[in-house]
């Protein structure tokens, strides 16, 4: 007698598709009351907070919390911000990985009841299917919106311009997509800031002009004047243009930008600076730092200079 398969019931389904959480609604769509009672009061299965069960009594997976958050805001919710950023493949900022972030509408009402773990609720106006990534589950933000987001919910400027810098240092967005994304929303918070950061990302010493670094750094703290974009050759005898050079003091000062994030053009400076290192001292500083850093720049400048005996 052959025996027969059981076979899988649209909750089964449901609960493999979604790491074993869903919401009462949904389960009750499939169970009686009296059914789903049994369960919980059984120990099979629990419930972590008001509207939403787990089918299983251990502890909660990562995965199962994500579940629990986007579903627990409700229909139209998704992870955002960090939490979605670091799903897609984002690194860093992770010693603690803190609160799940949800983005939810501006008009939408959450459960009174919160998990049992930190969620912070985001509100937007502006949250729209195309800003959501079409095959990821949970639902959660695309990249782009992730990073932005994150940045504007950072505390300080200074973390928000590292998250955006950090996301094309790792290939993971352009610098266009970050500035499109920031330009679709004119009530963004620090949304000039933003924006500023995000070209001189894209663009290093060319976005931030030779009278920007003078006005920021070397003319604000009296620093003595350099030579800009000075030819010099390098091994190979191809003539290059350094930033900025202190002669008498043997110092360089070079400004990055997106360009560096490219392996051969990042192996090209980096030989250029190697080659310099044997004559030069050589700083180098990402264009959004010397931007919104412009002490932390020139402290490090005085102190090259004050190391080399010029003044």
């Not at 500035?179 to 950061?197: F, G, H, P």
């Not at 604000?220 to 091994?235: K, V, W």
């Not at 400048?301 to 003044?311: N, P, R, S, T, V």
Request: aromatic content about 8%.
């Amino acid at each position: 007698m052959t025996k027969q398969l059981h076979a899988s019931t649209p909750l089964d389904e449901l609960l493999t598709r979604q790491d074993g959480v869903a919401d009462t609604n949904t389960v009750l769509a499939c169970l009686s009351e009296s059914a789903l009672r049994w369960r919980l009061r059984s120990g099979r299965w629990q419930q972590p907070c008001r509207g939403i069960v787990v089918a299983h009594s251990g502890p909660l997976t990562t995965v199962q919390t994500l579940w629990i958050a986007t579903l627990w805001a409700g229909r139209g919710s998704a992870l955002a911000g960090l939490t979605a950023a670091r799903l897609q493949g984002f690194r860093g900022f992770d010693r603690n990985a803190g609160p799940v972030h949800v983005l939810v509408p501006a008009s939408h009402k959450v459960r009174a009841t919160r998990p049992p773990f930190p969620v912070i609720m985001h509100y937007s106006r502006h949250l729209e299917p195309a800003d959501i990534h079409p095959a990821r589950r949970p639902l959660q933000t695309r990249l782009a919106r992730s990073l932005v987001d994150a940045a504007t919910w950072m505390g300080t400027d200074r973390g928000a311009q590292a998250i955006l810098a950090a996301g094309v240092q790792q290939r993971l967005v352009r610098p266009a997509d970050l500035a499109a994304e920031i330009d679709r929303n004119q009530r963004l918070y620090r949304r000039k800031m933003l924006t500023t950061t995000v070209a001189d990302i894209a663009g290093g010493s060319h976005a931030l002009s030779e009278l920007d670094f003078t006005r920021l750094v070397i003319r604000q703290f009296r620093l003595p004047e350099p030579d800009r974009q000075a030819p010099r050759s390098d091994a190979d005898g191809r003539r290059r243009w350094l930033d900025a050079v202190w002669e008498e003091a043997r110092l360089v000062v070079e400004i990055d930008g997106a360009a560096h994030t490219d392996v051969l053009t990042y192996w090209d400076d980096m030989n250029r600076s190697n080659y310099l290192t044997k004559d030069y001292r050589v700083l180098r500083f990402p264009a959004w730092v010397v931007r919104y850093q412009s002490d932390h720049v020139a402290a490090t400048i005085a102190q090259a200079l004050a190391e080399a005996g010029f003044a």
